[in-house]
């Protein structure tokens, strides 16, 4: 499973998707929304996407998940659009037989996403909004 | 491979912009007219030069929705895109 | 939450123990009953407990997480009693504002989780069973 | 602290064994008559002797749900338990 959406993540499918007989341990990260950033308070953030390259990049590395970092089963899913405090903007689930390899490949997948996924997140605050650069 | 957006283009291209760029030059996409430079980095150079928004900016390139380097081909019919620092997670 | 409990564990509500919004991170680690281990086909498990001591000692691996590992909220929950290849045993989730808190401090868990927590499970192949005795 | 699966010893104490050792010692408590040894590994000992189940057998010592060490005292009423090599997770 591999997406960029408008909708809330459905957690449980993205475990579901990573579920199997052989598949002992399952890694799970989600990055919610918090209600502060760089020392400011936040309202809400909005997410951008170049929508089919984001998909395109994800599936990559989640090729590279399986090949080089142990996983078995990786799903990757990113929303977009208007998120409030709490919201799940981005979950990431990898199975493998054996835990080392599972959280392994979690954290491998949530850094590179952050480096290289062309996704950008405005954020809102009380008195303005501004786009997040983080990753050049 | 075509975006879900594009129009064709002829013998020019189209150019999408994200984020803060596109609020900086105050556009979503860019057309660049022929003759096309040969290369990524040249038609950078070329739309820093026509938009002040981008003068200074700091993005990286794709085409045909991959990173792209500065030596790499353009060709018409490519969707290239402006891709500034990302923030998703 | 800190639970040791025969009944299926509820995922959902384990990740809902974490939520805060301060904590725009959290790990989930699931332990789930594999076919096969140590070379041999698994038909099925049983786990027992020592259920107060089990439970006192998920309790002070959670306060240590939160005191030296950065967690910010911990729910730590492991099954008991008959268990079928898929299920899941064990439940490690941990929130905290940045990822690497809750990626080290969900790993922390685990893995110590596995080595002091009095819990044992009872191997059951097609031709016989055995108690696996994995931390001395 | 008192299990929830404990009688009264009066000046005795009860053991709790559990997975492969209660199945070698063919019982999951046992029962230690006065006098009291004075520490764990004291107990532990007289245990070993006693119960041919656990002679060999590798386990840590818990008092009152607690892993406790060979010099910790021994006192009725206390909850003690042999903890086999652990498997959870």
């Known amino acids: 499973m591999i997406a960029v959406t408008q ?3 459905d957690v449980d499918a993205v475990l579901r998707a990573v579920e199997g007989p052989s598949e002992g341990a399952v890694a799970l ?3 919610r929304v918090r209600d502060h950033a760089r020392g400011r308070e936040v309202e809400r953030l909005d997410y951008e996407a170049y929508g089919g390259m984001a998909e395109a990049e994800m599936t990559a590395l989640a090729e590279t998940a399986r090949r080089e970092h142990g996983a078995a089963k990786v799903a990757l899913v990113h929303r977009v659009g208007r998120l409030e405090i709490g919201d799940v903007a981005v979950a990431v689930a990898v199975s493998s037989a054996h835990r080392p390899e599972a959280f392994a490949a979690c954290r491998w997948l949530i850094d590179t996403l952050k480096e ?7 954020e809102r605050y009380e008195d303005g909004e501004e786009w997040i650069a983080e990753h050049p | 491979m075509t975006g879900p957006d594009r129009e064709p283009t002829g013998d020019g291209l189209e150019v999408l912009l994200f984020a803060g760029l596109a609020e900086a030059v105050g556009r979503s996409r860019l057309r660049v007219e022929p003759p096309l430079p040969d290369t990524v980095g040249a038609l950078a150079a070329r739309l820093r030069e026509e938009w002040p928004g981008l003068s200074r900016a700091t993005f990286r390139t794709a085409v045909n929705q991959r990173y792209a380097a ?11 895109a402006l891709i500034p620092p990302v923030s998703g997670g």
Do not use: A, C, H
């Open chain 1, 29 to 31: 990260f989600l990055g």
């Open chain 1, 7 to 9: 909708e809330p993540i």
């Open chain 2, 70 to 80: 500065d030596e790499s081909p353009v060709r018409p019919g490519d969707e290239l």
């Open chain 1, 116 to 122: 290289r996924v062309p996704i950008w997140k405005k």
